[in-house]
Antibody, heavy 127, light 110 residues
């Protein structure tokens, strides 16, 4: 069974750092992009960016560039999303997802769709 | 303000046919495929329709998608109480160089 298993919920204070994880199983982890999607309380879905586990290529949505860091460790089939200094506005559920997409020889990326989702990691930032 | 525009709510009675619209522009829906996701409260989204009108295995054929110009639609026929959920459209945007979502439509089965 294809699965993305995310790390547990976190409660942090503003200014603290955090790294959450997403472990893939049941498929060739290195061959698919992993996307991160934010959902603030009561709000819609926001695509944050992607990482390609095979060569660690990362692409960020302009809204999230410089705000978070995406990475992966292909030896343990795990992708990560991290913050160096959390804000209250980072309070949200964060989903990792298997992103179908195409990267051209020139390096341009174009997403097709997300076909597998993790259950989400709830991050609460409060003083 | 989402790049793709959906009505915030929709409703129907059991057995009815309901459509949910998604409006975009030439940089997203006008030139790229549209996907739809279904989300129940407290759970992760699920892929419902991809590449405008394709259904993943396991999705009932009551669900269908279409696209015309810079707009797309999700249709649900033979509405059932279990269809009550939030529905999101999504597409790649060439100008933003990223994926954009609609704001979501909450479907209520009366």
């Amino acid at each position: 069974e294809v699965q993305l298993v995310q790390s547990g919920g976190e409660v942090k204070k503003p200014g603290e750092s955090l790294k959450i994880s997403c472990e893939g199983s049941g498929y060739g982890f290195i061959n698919y992009w992993i996307a991160w999607v934010r959902q603030r309380p009561g709000k819609g879905l926001e695509w944050m960016g992607i990482v390609y586990p095979d060569d660690y290529d990362t692409r960020y949505s302009p809204s999230f560039q410089g705000q978070v860091t995406m990475s992966a460790d292909k030896s343990i089939s795990t992708a990560y999303l991290q913050w160096s200094s959390l804000k209250a506005s980072d309070t949200a559920v964060y989903y990792c997802a298997r992103q179908r997409g195409y990267r051209s020889e020139s390096g341009d990326f174009y997403a097709y769709y997300v076909d597998v989702w993790g259950k989400g990691t709830t991050v609460t930032v409060s003083s | 303000q989402s790049v793709l525009t959906q009505p915030p709510s929709a409703s129907g009675t059991p057995g009815q046919r309901v459509t949910i619209s998604c409006s975009g522009s030439s940089s997203n829906i006008g030139s790229k495929s549209v996907n739809w996701y279904q989300q129940f409260p407290g759970t992760a989204p699920k892929l419902l329709i991809y590449t405008n009108s394709e259904r993943p295995s396991g999705v009932p054929d009551r669900f269908s998608g279409s696209k015309s110009g810079t707009s797309a639609s999700l249709a649900i026929s033979g509405l059932q109480s279990e269809d009550e959920a939030e529905y999101y459209c999504e597409a790649w945007d060439d100008s933003l160089n990223g994926v954009v979502f609609g704001g979501g439509t909450k479907l209520t089965v009366l």
